[in-house]
């Protein structure tokens, strides 16, 4: 459907080059290839889902200050 080749390549290139300066390249470029890093690593990674449950201070609201029965 969309064909992207050297041309169309080059052009965005171009334009990013006009957008942000040749100064900047070399950061986006790290920063995208970090993200992309992370993002492989997080869809490779399984889930990690803690059901452990966590112990309450206080075991029944009457306890607390303030609370009417």
């Not at 889930?47 to 206080?58: G, L």
């Amino acid at each position: 459907m969309f064909g992207v080749g050297v041309p169309e390549l080059l052009v965005v290139l171009v334009v990013v080059l006009l957008v942000f300066g040749y100064k900047k390249l070399p950061e986006i470029g790290g920063g995208l290839g970090r993200a992309i890093r992370n993002f492989r690593r997080a869809t490779s990674e399984p889930d990690e889902i803690d059901i452990t449950p966590k112990e309450n201070k206080h075991s029944s609201t009457a306890d607390e200050p303030g609370s009417k029965i």
